[in-house]
């Protein structure tokens, strides 16, 4: 990509604000339908993060995707600081604004310990959601994008979610329920890819025409901690 690319910025911007907001949608569980089966609030949002990836990989290549990913992870963690940060300010001195800092102290006392599970989950997870999308693309010769993008994501969620949900939820819910949390929650996000797959499918058409590129990742490094590497 030898210039400035808008539709790569609104794509990395929207793939950081996923990250950073899902952060905050964890604890809150919810029960699926009336049904014995609970899920965590970050479903409805952070898939989308993994859409981006697929198509930030698709379109522009392993070495963007991680630059983007290693973006995000930065700033999910300035933003989890700053969240700790305002949790350890003093309470006000009006009594009517005490329970709003206490409730909002609450919620926002598990950021830090909930971003530190997703980043290293998100970091893990993206990454080889990357790596796979990227091999398979140059392995079958760019054909089969519905297939590489869902087996890339089930690879990607499941190394995220056995990282990320016994870490949150370990010291507050028995391990066999944090489990089958952590697989309804690769179940859903996965048929959440596959229901949005045609609008993905035409979107990453649409940016390889409108952008006049098709990235294939022959003789790259696959080290993910090499984001200079970055054209």
Known sequence: MSKFSTRFLVMAVTLV????????????????????????????????????NDCITEVYGYKKSRFVIWLAFALSAFVALMAQLVCWL????????????????????MVPKTTAASLVAFLCGSTVNAWVMSRMKVGSGGKA???????????????????????????????????????????????????VLPFTTWFVRHVKKVEGIDTYDRGISYNPFKISDIE
């Open 90 to 109: 003093p309470a006000p001195l009006e009594e009517g604004s005490k329970p709003i800092a206490e409730s909002f102290n609450s919620l926002f006392s």
């Open 145 to 195: 994008f519905g297939l590489r993008a869902i087996l890339s994501s089930v690879a990607g969620e499941l190394a995220d979610s056995v990282i990320f949900f016994p870490v949150v939820f370990c010291n507050i819910m028995p391990l066999p329920a944090v489990l089958k949390i952590a697989g309804m929650q690769v179940l859903a996000k996965v048929l959440y890819e596959i229901i």
């Open 17 to 52: 604000v996923c990250l950073i907001t899902s952060n905050f949608f964890v604890p809150r569980v919810w029960q699926v339908a009336g049904l014995p089966l609970q899920l965590s609030g970050a479903v409805l949002l952070f898939p989308v993060s993994y859409i981006f």
